[in-house]
């Protein structure tokens, strides 16, 4: 009787744990926890600056506010663009221009879009965010949770329009990948992208990027994925951070 017992309680607890592991999450649920274990709190009060390509990029953030710039030079000049919560301002060499609004906007997006990109899944528990479980979608042997991402026009940036998918893995909610469609002034097209290169700096995770464009513009954005595990996307280019310096503030 007594082994019965002891069985029986072997069977509820493991019952218990398999009702736990096969809980379904909410689309914000996933997320938030995708942006904890990827540094959480410490996103909100930090300076990350990195290198990417030519250009330097720096990083305030301290509750609520931040500061985004990105610095380069072209031809003799040293130019250094800042995007704050309130304004846009460049600086050439010493002194601060004024830059027509059309140009505005295409410098705001760029800058705003690397520090995106960097610092991601922070960010996706924005207030401007909207974000729909598609469902689980296997690749390459692993589960991910499949998370389409929209953004409200009201506080949603200038690329507002764009349409994102996540892929969290269901194990550890790290994103693996990301698939997105754009419509920019040079054409429409989708990007799908691959992380790699995980590593932990301060306690904040940064991953680098294989970027990779469709070769057919029937693809729906939804099925990148499984087109991906079929080896059916061109390489495009690397996303590559490099010289990562984070400080608490």
């Known amino acids: 009787m007594k082994y019965i017992k002891i069985l029986l309680l072997f069977l509820f607890c493991y019952s218990c744990q398999e009702e736990i592991k096969n809980l379904s999450f909410s689309a914000d649920e996933i997320v938030n926890k995708s942006i904890e274990i990827s540094g959480g709190e410490r996103f909100e009060n ?10 330097s990029y720096f990083a305030q953030r301290k509750n609520g506010n931040f500061l985004l710039a990105r610095s380069f030079y072209s031809e003799s000049d040293s130019i250094t663009d800042f995007l ?3 304004e846009f301002k460049r600086l050439v060499g010493e002194e601060f221009i004024v830059v027509a609004d059309s140009m505005m906007t295409k410098y705001k997006a760029s800058v705003n879009s690397v520090h995106y990109f960097s610092v991601l899944p922070y960010g996706l528990n924005a207030t ?4 729909y479980l598609l469902g689980e979608e296997e690749i390459k042997n692993k589960t991910y949770y499949k998370i389409r991402v929209t953004f409200n026009k009201e506080g949603g940036g200038e690329d507002f329009e764009d349409v994102f998918i996540y892929w969290v893995d269901k194990e550890t909610f790290k994103v693996k990948y990301l698939a997105y469609s754009y419509n920019e002034d040079d054409g429409v097209g989708m990007r799908f992208r691959e992380a790699y290169n995980e590593r932990f700096i301060e306690g904040i995770r940064f991953v680098d990027y294989n970027n990779y464009k469709s070769s057919d513009g029937l693809m729906a954005l939804i099925d990148l994925g499984k087109i991906f595990e079929k080896n059916k996307l061109n390489l ?4 590559e ?8 503030l």
Do not use: A, G, H, Q
Request: no cysteine; net charge positive; proline share 3%.
């Open 128 to 131: 401007p965010v909207n974000k």
């Open 241 to 248: 951070l490099k010289n990562i310096v984070v400080n608490d």
């Open 236 to 239: 495009l280019s690397k996303i």
């Open 46 to 55: 930090s300076e990350i600056s990195f290198d990417f390509r030519d250009k």
């Open 84 to 86: 704050t919560n309130k």
